[in-house]
């Protein structure tokens, strides 16, 4: 085992008094290789929604990549009550690919007739252990599609980098709201698409194609912003407007003809970055910005003090608080890393 694996820490996750955890996740191909085409994509979002469903947690909206996936996600606590024997059941039935949950479930039986309860709790930890946690959820949907796609190319060995990265996000105003409009921009930015609409693969995309957990993200997003409700309607255009921002482009031509553009050129934003110019986050999102996938935990100050105070222990003993703001930016939104060098991806 080499030395970084030795010394590698435990992944940040919310603190314990937290009863629902959101996250941000990123996972990249092994040497960023572009090997995810439309087959592909297809299948990841169809295992991805039958994993969220087994694990007993939401998929907000998503956006997978030729080379990478982004997942923004809502991790409740484990209930205090367990899942009866037949739930779990019906959820390991829920899985494709799933050999053993027959197996499972006459184990269960057997135990139960034969009054052996301390033998059949055992057995539903083992599958219980890997519900409601962001690392478990991750972990089993990497390796089902890595079966699948390696069945498919007839290869071996490991499709995904080991370690994904995770940004803790605050669950109330804009944090959410941000986090998921810089997802669903990632076709966008890639040049694959002029409109994030277009990008099948994506929580948008699927929320306009009348997807309804995808509309329901996006109505879950949208009524955390506003803090009040939206019916879903509302939400996706509320949503729609917010991702597009009045700084960029606009559809229609002048009156001679030319396109008309409110947008700045992403040289241009780039270069009032470096300059210390403070944009406005609709500008901010179009860029690839370290904060949303390394700064561990982003939103308002006092959710990314919280979380700082929660897990002390993790910091020097000089560190005195935790928020940080985000540079270059017009907003509310700190993290909890600094990110002094190099904050664009």
Known sequence: MVKSELMRKP???????FPVAYYHCLSRVVGGQFVLGDEEKEQFVILM?????????KIITYCVMSNHFHLLMEVPEKPAEKLS????VKRLRGLSGMNNAETIAQQLGWYRQRGQDEAAEALKMQVLKRMWDVSAFMKLLKQRFTQWYNGRQKRRGTLWEQRFKSVLVEGAGNSMATIAAYIDLNPVRAGLVGDPKDYRWSGYGEAIAGGRAARAGIQFVMCRAAGQPLDAKAALRDYRLWVFGQGEETEGTTVEGKAIR???????VLKEVAEKGRLPVVEYLRLRVRYFTDGVALGSKNFV????????DRFGPKRKDGARRLKGVQSDLY?????RVNPLG
């Open 11 to 17: 992944r940040f996750k919310a603190p314990s008094s």
């Open 335 to 339: 993290s909890l890393r600094a990110l």
């Open 85 to 88: 024997d037949g739930e779990l």
């Open 262 to 268: 409110k947008g700045f050129q992403r040289e241009t």
């Open 49 to 57: 929604r039958e994993y969220e469903r087994f694990c007993g947690v």
């Open 305 to 312: 003090e919280d979380v700082f105070k929660s897990d002390r």
